[in-house]
């Protein structure tokens, strides 16, 4: 019996640990100030040259920016191409030839009607610049640099209509880059050097993306934000604190990609999947502001008088659909680009369980409802297991009166104490760890479900009922102003909700049907655990406390049928 209540309490606790570590550590370990952490510095706006290659470096880029502008007045500055697509708004400038302003049409910041376009790039000059950059770097070699202004054969680029920027470097090379773009978030970028000259020269390609200043962070431990990428066929993450305090990381690869990703957007520049390149995850400071850089430099192109040479790649830059990753791994061919969405080491379990969740939804029309269903779903699946565990638990606190005789017995004792349990155990043809082994089994299952809902964007803005307007986010009311009640905003600990309220008593009731640790720290320990889920589940995205409620309210109910139809079945025998 005490193994099974500690292997219960320490799966417990380890939840409380992977929910809580990300606060606790943040609290006694704050980032380093400013001026103990070590990197280069390079100007304002500048990006830094991709590295890890036998190449020249890319050129400079344009004067650093001494005050930030508002994004409306630089996009007036220069001449732009403009983007338009289903999915996408936004334009190329000219000076540069930098996709550095988009917005993504179908996600709005806020819930409010009207709320502007999620802004996913932003253009040098703004407070945080983010951007894409592609070019050629060469020794001795006039090439293009943040401040070439290129022509554009079209004043659009559409899904239909592609667009090409020509640049003539007066020394006998032609520039073209001819940028073309899917009804996704799919760009297609290929570079074409025509050499007119009576030499040849070599060019190595490179793709970049710039961003400056550490964006905001969800915080989570479970989840990945910052730099990634894929090398030769494995995922690496790497964080912004990491790099910061670690230095820039150079790797090599054929083929993958690598990028900056948001918890629902992300960005990413994508090589030939055949090439060899050498990619670079890179940090530097601008005063007390960091920037962060990921590029890849593939192997250089020799182009003869008279020939011409090319590269292609692609930009990535939407929102992370994990039908449209697919999509993209298959048409495509990039390697293993569905792992940008962070599905975690249950990578098996947790894709089937968030394409039968976007199926349910698709049917219903309302993912808190689908939520719902795949819970009961999932708990019918586990049903036999459940009941096996639930059997063995109604058996172990039935026998409940005859240990607490024992203990009073042989409580001094405690070798005769085991000596008489197991005794007992065996005459009542009970195994203490019967009840144990099912649960473990269920777990996997529990995280991996738990980590669909953290991650899925289709839960972004979902509406549910009542006052739940968004799934993603809190529960708005809070017990201590009695739910709006009191003209008084709580702090945000203290703002727990109807649905925290419900989880945290649905937790209490499941307690009240397991058997009670006989050890009195374990059982207030035990009894405390709701109060502490309550608070630490009281920020967590509505969908996520809904789905542990009635995932508690199920468990309470099938735990309450197995364990009366238990006692029905001793009765009669």
Sequence with gaps: MNEQRNMILAVVLAIIIIFGFDYIFGYFNPPPPPQQQQAQTTPAGQPAPP??????????????????????????????????????????????????????????????????????????GSPNPYFAE???????????????????????????????????????????????????????????????????????PYALISRTGTPDLTGFIILHEGPFGVFDGTLEEVNYEDLREDGNLKRKSTGGWIGITDKYWMTAVIPDQ???????????????????QVDYVAGGVTIQPGGTGSNQGYLFAGAKEVSLMDHYTETLGIANFDLAIDFGWLYFLTKPIFYALLTINHWIGNFGVAIIVLTLIIKLVMFPLAN??????????????????????????????????????????????????????????????????FVNIEMRHAPFFGWIQDLSAPDPTSVFNLFGLIPWTPPELLMIGVWPLIMGISMWLQQKLNPQPADPIQAKIMMGLPIIFTFMLGRFPAGLVIYWAVNNVLSIAQQWVIMRQAEKDKAKG
């Design 51 to 124: 590295g890890g290659v036998t190449a020249p470096s890319v050129p400079g880029a344009p004067a650093p920016v001494q005050q930030a502008r508002k994004r409306e007045d630089i996009l007036k500055d220069v001449t732009r191409v403009k983007i338009s697509s289903p999915r996408l708004h936004g334009s190329i400038a000219l000076k540069g030839a930098r996709i550095d302003d988009l917005t993504l049409a179908d996600y709005r910041e806020t819930i409010e009607p009207g709320s502007p376009e999620i802004a996913l790039t932003a253009p040098l």
């Design 388 to 453: 096996k565990s639930y059997r063995s638990m109604g058996r172990m606190k039935a026998l409940q009166p005859k240990m607490e005789k024992l203990r009073e017995r042989f409580g001094d004792d405690k070798a005769r104490l085991n000596q008489e349990m197991m005794a007992m155990y065996k005459r009542e043809k009970v195994n203490p760890a019967s009840g144990c082994l099912p649960l473990l089994v269920q777990i996997p299952v529990f995280f991996a479900l738990y980590k669909v809902l």
């Design 274 to 292: 055949k090439a060899a390149i050498n990619a670079d995850f890179i940090h530097s400071r601008d005063g007390t502001v960091d920037k962060y």
């Design 134 to 204: 592609w070019g050629w770097t060469a020794q001795g070699v006039k090439v293009p640099t943040g401040e070439t202004v290129w022509g554009a054969t079209s004043e659009v680029l559409t899904p239909d209509q592609p667009i090409t920027l020509v640049w003539d470097n007066g020394e006998g090379l032609v520039f073209k880059r001819t940028i073309s773009m899917d009804k996704d978030y799919m760009f297609t970028v290929k570079q074409t050097v025509e050499n007119n000259g009576t030499a040849a020269v070599t060019l190595y």
